[in-house]
């Protein structure tokens, strides 16, 4: 009667194991031998013969048939341990395409790039006498013809990078001057002066003769010229912007206004289509171009209120136009990066230091600055990721003016301790490499299928 919960006992262990597999979601797979794979002679003698030896001991047997199992053992490669084949071997890996069809770049890294030296010292230095120790002036210019212009008191020099030549261009009445600042024409001809009286003069640096004098553009002293094409940009002590025509007689073609103070940084993006200036009144303007002429309440794109104290340092980027940075006086010390489409601020370093000038790299992605107070230091950044590449230290007053050279390899910094000194920060862009030939299309040593 009690055959059932016996035989529910007496269940052998093994089949409730292969039931609950057989129930459960694992093991599911069948796994079925490759009968091709397999040596079935081996798979009889293991079965039949190559077990007794060890696990079914015989009696002793004579030395030859020792010596004979031995033989048999290594004819039947004994030491195998798998007799069942899943799967045959995978075949031996052959390269169907010889690696000499493809170009060495897509097979090999791209070395990396050597780190460029920098050198620690000025390459030259000369003097500056009489050199106005005025943050918001713009005394220093190189331009296109690599001939670099300097203002000392009243008299405009010419300092000639190709063979070391030095002219003076002219020298300023006492009650006009003095010169208030500086700036190349594109064609690297002809020159404005900015003076301490609010007038701007016009040179032929060539001919060695002044063409006209603007009047009438500002009240008093002119700090800051900025040339777009034709028109000369102008910005004053009496925070007032002006746009003139030097090809016509009525020179004034636009006014902006938005500074109250001293207009003390202008410069134009490389289309022309934007201006930026700065100020003593701590502000940042984007002006277009196609705004001035509009019926808009207000003629600037942007007005900046970020800095804290005078903004003159301005540079545009090179390699992308709508971007623009900025640096701030002693309270601020601050360098800024602007989206100057959207007017959004990219990012901010305090440098420790007031901010004099900025210069960008015409060949790699790097920013230099000039400092006053306490280093006097030129510092050399990597953008975006603003890390300091070099910090170049010999004046022993505030950096006030830099120039870039036209091959952009060297810069001229001129600074309060009245020394001009010529530095190689930016080195010499890499030379371009000839164009590689066209690779050979992939098997075109071989036989084309017709």
Known sequence: MDAGPNKVQSRSPLQERVRQRKCSGENLDRFIPNRSAMDFDYAHYMLTEGKKGKENPVAACSPSREAYQKKLA?????????????????????DPIPKEFFSSSVHQSKPAKPRRHIPQSSERTLDAPELVDDFYLNLLD????????????????????????????????????????????????????????????????????????LRGCHRSRVDSLAWNNHILTTGGMDGKIINNDVRVREHIVETYSGHQQEVCGLKWSASGQQLASGGNDNLLFIWDRSMASSNSPTQWLHRVEDHTAAVKALAWCPFQGNLLASGGGGGDQCIKFWNTHTGACLNSVNTGSQ????????????????????????????????????????????????????????????????????????????????????????????????
């Open 142 to 213: 190189w331009g296109s013809s690599n001939v670099l212009a300097i203002a000392l008191s009243n008299t405009v020099y010419l300092w000639d990078a190709s063979n070391g030549s030095t002219s003076e261009l002219v020298t300023i009445d006492d009650e006009d001057g003095p010169v208030t600042s500086v700036s190349w024409a594109p064609d690297g001809r002809h020159m404005a002066i900015g003076l301490n009286n609010s007038h701007v003069q016009i040179w032929d640096s060539t001919a060695n003769r002044q063409l006209r004098t």
């Open 74 to 94: 290594e004819a039947f490669n004994m030491n195998r341990t798998r007799i069942l084949a899943f799967k045959n071997k995978p075949p031996t890996l052959i």
């Open 355 to 450: 901010v004099c000038s900025l210069l960008w790299s015409k060949h790699e992605r790097e920013l230099l600055s000039s400092h006053g107070f306490t280093q006097n230091q030129l510092t050399l950044w990597k953008y975006p990721s603003m890390v300091k590449m070099a910090e170049l230290t010999g004046h022993t007053s505030r950096v006030l003016f830099m120039a870039q050279s036209p091959d952009g390899n060297t810069v001229a910094s001129a600074a309060g301790d009245e020394t001009l000194r010529f530095w190689n920060v930016f080195g010499s862009p890499e030379v371009a490499k000839a164009a590689p030939k066209a690779n050979p299309e992939p098997f075109a040593h071989l036989s084309r299928i017709r």
